[in-house]
C-alpha cells in the first residue's frame, strides 16, 4: 500500500516563506515522477510543481521564480521551497506521486493546509 505523508504547511503572512515535505513508502516499483497539487475551496485541484526522474520540472505559472521544487529519488522524497507567499497561494497542498504499475498511476498524500494571510 503506497503512502504517502507530508509535513509543513500552516498559516504565514504574505511575503513569508514555508516548505512541504513529502514521503512516500510502500512501493517497490519506482517511482517516475512526484509534485505538488493544490485546491482552494470551490476550485479545482491544480498542479503547482512537479518534476521528473530525469529531473525535468514543471511549474504552474503562477509560482515561477518564488516556488522551488527538489526531490531525493532514493528515499522517494519530495519537497517544496515556497517564497515571497501571496493571499492566492492559499489552499490545501497535495503531494502527488506517479508509479509505473504497467501503466501510469496517480497516488496521493491526505493534504497540508497552507493559508497565507494579507
Known amino acids: 500500500q503506497v503512502q504517502l505523508v507530508e509535513s509543513g504547511g500552516g498559516l504565514v503572512q504574505a511575503g513569508g516563506s514555508l516548505r512541504l515535505s513529502c514521503a512516500a513508502s510502500?512501493?517497490?516499483?519506482?517511482?517516475?515522477?512526484m509534485g505538488w497539487y493544490r485546491q482552494a475551496p470551490g476550485q479545482q485541484r491544480d498542479l503547482v510543481a512537479r518534476m521528473r526522474n530525469d529531473g525535468t520540472t514543471n511549474y504552474a505559472d503562477s509560482v515561477k521564480g518564488r516556488f522551488t521544487i527538489s526531490r531525493d529519488n532514493a528515499k522517494n522524497t519530495v519537497s517544496l521551497q515556497m517564497n515571497s507567499l501571496e493571499p492566492g497561494d492559499t489552499a490545501v497542498y497535495y503531494c502527488?506521486?506517479?508509479?509505473?504499475?504497467?501503466?501510469?498511476?496517480?497516488?496521493w498524500g491526505q493534504g497540508t493546509q497552507v493559508t497565507v494571510s494579507s
Open positions: 502527488n506521486a506517479e508509479i509505473w504499475i504497467g501503466y501510469y498511476k496517480q497516488y
Open positions: 510502500g512501493t517497490s516499483f519506482s517511482i517516475s515522477a
